[in-house]
């Protein structure tokens, strides 16, 4: 199949009633594109589909007599009518006159219309006389701008012409209105994706940085100069050949996502779901191998979007100035090189750039002077220019460079405005190449939000937030920050704490590495290098301890305080970790993690000042947290005898995980429930939802006699209520009764909303637990995205003293896998202690302290039995959740 056989195709219909030939014709379009991808350029390809529209829809309105009506025009509108046409785009139509139509040439129009939906063309369609055309253009800035690109496809020359006219007339919108409200208009649409491209599903045409961003160019100059070839623009200066050439390269790199995309989808569809995103790469030649590929096609995508937003920036930046007349109103001359124009650096000759050493000396002047609100376009272009100019060196291999690096990581005001410069327009990636290799890096996953360069610069600004009179949110991590005699160091951790990523091998310890080897050309003293590598190194290290282990365990504080090594080193990673998690992803950072990394951070501060004595530090915990909570149940009233049995019931572990508010809270329900539920019904459970005293979340404190399952009906009706079991304190009173401790968040991590929402999962966990032995009927499904992420599920088994059994568990976060993990329990006489439950985007990261129905440790046998019960219980699943 070619255009040419699809041509002489249409020319053979001979009538409108044949729809069969009709839609074949259309249908082998299809066909044609398909086959032609991937061999044949793709600016010839979306050129040839709006030719064979072209032909398609001069044919039909040639067979329905509509031309020989002198008094109508067919227009194409928009993007088609720019002549460009991706596979399933739509065809925007413009059926214009000169007055009202005739009831006979409206009925044709009609069946014209009807026929292009009937053979499945994605058609958008307008019929009005010129007057009503105008009118609308005047008062729409979308109308207006489609009939900037519109041209005549058939019918009468003079209905367009006058039409021409009169859009372009002196009434009609003036190039400088119009530019304001394109301009407005792409800020809107940015705010809407948050400013950045980087989303874990981009939109190939709306993004930042994407083809809107390009077609923006186009409009604006059509309106302004009436010329309609986008090379015109270096003809009046605003643009050179070399950018105009690269605006055209990125434009064919996103043309060619973008139409891989709609034959993937067989639909206009813009987005690049997860679902579409191992076709869509393979498609485009990255290979079939899955994630691999497609982090290598988002790493290309990536940068072919930062050098549609340079160029984008700068082209409007200069339009605003010429098209608004805006004149300088503050001129301020920083040195020789550079002055400040409204706020906008501005370089005072053409060659400011005449050296790296002279980049970097810019990003100081811009440290110094805090006015700098962003580049003027000629610094934008001097800049992109010196960079290519010096592409064949890494910066960091000249001496003069170094010693200049340096100097701007201690400036004070180097990573307020100067850092986001120097990421922005690739500074850093022509300084370090292991910079350069992270660049537009993406990870296939629902964790990482931002490519790892991106991930990392918002890791630095929050840092750089710490220092701030404006931080309020983190007042610890501010006094840490502010009290560093060499702020430089953490910087630099933090610029390389993922710069090893996908490297054979741990990045953590490769990341180690490279930053030792920084350390060294950099001259920094060897305790400073060896501070800053193990900080890199051990980036993950609180986070993994802090929402994977037990926290309150003296062993586990052992450890990690032994690995912290002293007071400074636990206060950078805290720091480094509080960041790191902030910037990973917006939706992490909650109350929650706050309180998880705030404990483990005090627990350890703790076990330093006892010289790593962490019996000694867990038994002053405890005492201090009965010690307080007697007084709060003094201060209420509480029956202190009924309190003394009780505590007495309890471990000293129970007091150590527990606030004494929460104890006092526990203490004051239990006591109620023992004198007004359970003697009416000793199989009572007493269930109780508080968001007052726990860390982070909503506690719910279930308390009565044991029974099966318990704990996998309750995690299967709050799952179905879209709330997560964060963690999970099981105790087992020594006189039989069970003692549960859940603390749930809304599904997204946020805490919930309302004490209506509070009291509803309250009666919903009643009502289940009524039903002893009934399993709840969970209905949600796997999220869309998750179906395309492969996560093998694996269980790992460590036994620690004589009575636990520690289990890691990795698996896809499916609906109603608690429950499941805990029906597997149940059915291997396994008891649950302790639960701590981790999302890692679409991986659940859980942990589990469990013993066997003695009370001991798993023997091998047991710990065989229950991982193939639980492998069994979560193919279930998986296969409930397949659609």
Known sequence: MSLQKLTEQIESITTVDDIAAIRQCVTDSYLWLDEAFGTTPVNRLVLGRAHFVDALLFRLWHLFQLDQDKDIALCAVGGYGRGHLQPYSDIDLLIVSRKTLA????????????????????????VRTIKETVKLAKDDITIATNLVESRLLTGSIEIFEKLWEEVNGRHSWSSKDFFVAKYEEQKTRHAKFNGTSYNLEPNVKENPGCLRDIQSIGWVAKKHFKEYDGFSLVGHGYFTEQEHSELIDCRIDLWRMRFALHLTAGRSENRLLFDYQPDVAARLGYGEEGKNSVEAMMRDFFRVVRRVTELNKMLLQRFRYDMLNQTVKNHTPINHNFSLLDGMISPQHDDVFATPEAILDFLYIIAETRETQGLDTDCIRQLRNARRKFESQYYVERPACRKRLMQLFRHPHFFDFAWDVM?????????????????????????????????????????????????TEFPRCGRIVRNLDKPELLYIAAIFHDIAKGRNGDHSKLGAADVKTFCEQHDLEKSDAELISWLVENHLLMSVVAQRRDIYDPDVISEFATAMRSHNHLNLLYVLTLADIRATNDNLWNDWKASLLRELYLISQKALDNGLQCQATINERVQSHMQ???????????????????????????????????????????????????????????????????????????????RKALFAQVASVLDSRNCSIHDA???????????????????????LSTPERIQSLEKAIIAQLEKPGRAHDNKRKLPRQMRQLDVPTKVRFFNFGEENTLIELEALDAPGILAKIGHAFVDTSVTLKLAKIATIGERAEDIFIVSNDAGKALTQEQQVALKKQILFKLDQLEDINIP
Not at 729 to 751: A, K
């Open 103 to 126: 009831s006979r040439t409206q009925e044709k129009v009609g069946q014209f219309i009807t026929l292009l939906w009937d053979i499945r063309l994605d058609v958008g369609q307008s």
């Open 423 to 471: 990421h922005e327009y690739g500074i850093l990636q022509s300084y370090l190449p292991e910079w350069d290799k992270i660049v537009g890096m993406m990870q296939f996953d629902l964790f990482h939000a931002y490519t790892v360069d991106e991930h990392t610069h918002r890791l630095v600004k929050h840092v750089n937030h710490y220092f701030s009179a404006q931080n």
């Open 628 to 706: 307080h909570a007697r007084q709060l149940l003094i201060q209420s009233g509480s029956d202190l005898e009924k309190v003394d049995v009780l505590w007495n019931r309890l471990d000293d572990d129970y007091f150590v995980r527990f606030k004494p508010a929460q104890i006092a809270w526990h203490s004051r329900e239990i006591i109620k429930a023992e004198r007004e539920l359970f003697p009416a019904n000793e199989q009572a459970l007493l269930v109780k939802a508080n968001d007052e005293f726990a860390k982070g979340g909503t506690e719910i404190l279930i308390y009565g006699k044991d």
């Open 729 to 751: 304190h099981i105790t087992v009173t020594r006189d039989g009764y069970v003692f549960d401790s859940l603390l749930v968040l809304e599904n997204n991590g946020s805490r």
